[in-house]
């Protein structure tokens, strides 16, 4: 089962071409999606407008180096690691998922596009990594679904509570089990339950790939430019026309603002984590 493409065998049912056109037809609804969702939701509009606007508030310019520097601090913290999480398991589960989903959706393109006819031999990595993908997608999926979420983990709501915007998740869940169902009935030989779950596995893939203006699939599109230009706001001082987080014990902060002194003396106290002093976990 690991080590075998799962798709040689299916080229007996399904001509090659068939199954080519497909990965390419998903590609488009995913390129399509997202610019529907740009238009719908306007925010690449949003985005652009807002660095205009921070640009004029700007107290110093960034040059060109300083913004390689910062896209590449992007794609090693928000996009590689995932350090914007606070929430350790949150980090942990969504890089699971985020890895095992280039994973799996990266080998089945090589394997069904390079290595489809029992004449060209797949070499045994490809399906190995194919069903790692598909492991590490559903641990990182199912651990975000039963424990993770937020509305489960605060809100006290039951776990099978589904909603539009949980469409992504489902069908990423639902795709990655059904494929290694697939892969394992497909290799025992049996039939019908080969099929169901080929047929299980399609659909939803298609909805996966199809609903990208309803899911928020293309929020992975969008994330890395929002934080690029968060980080740029910072540099250029705009801070997007937040205050400056203030040294409270700074003698010149305290000139500044001469009721700190006053009202909190001249050391005033660390006032702790806020909201983040515990986890919510109340109910």
Known sequence: MFTSNPFVELSALIPAAVMQ?????????????????????????????NAKKAKKSATRNVDTGEKASIAIQVLAKEVLTSGEFCNV???????????????????????????????????????????????????????????????????????????????????????????LIWSYTQSQGIEGWSTLFLVLFVASNTVLFAGVLWSKFAHMF??????????????????????????LTDPAVQAKFPDIPQYMGKNPEYMGHGIKRESPNHY
């Open 89 to 179: 398991k949150r980090r942990i589960s969504h890089l699971f998922t985020m890895y095992g989903f280039i994973i799996f959706v990266a080998t089945t393109a090589i394997m069904i596009f390079g290595y489809l006819t029992p004449a060209t031999a797949t070499p045994e990595i490809l399906p190995v990594l194919w069903h790692i993908g598909a492991l590490m997608l559903a641990f990182g999926g199912y651990w975000f679904w039963f424990a993770i979420r937020v509305d489960v983990s605060a809100e006290g709501l039951s776990w099978y509570r589904f909603e539009r915007a949980d469409l992504f998740i489902v069908s990423l869940l639902t795709t990655a089990t059904f494929a």
């Open 222 to 247: 969008f994330k890395p430019a929002a934080a690029f230009q968060k980080r740029v706001t910072r540099a250029d001082g705009s801070r997007e026309n937040l205050p400056v987080d203030f040294d």
């Open 21 to 49: 056109g497909y990965i390419i037809l998903m590609v488009l609804l995913v390129i399509g999606g997202t610019v529907l969702d740009m238009i719908h939701k306007k925010s690449a509009q949003y985005f652009f407008e």
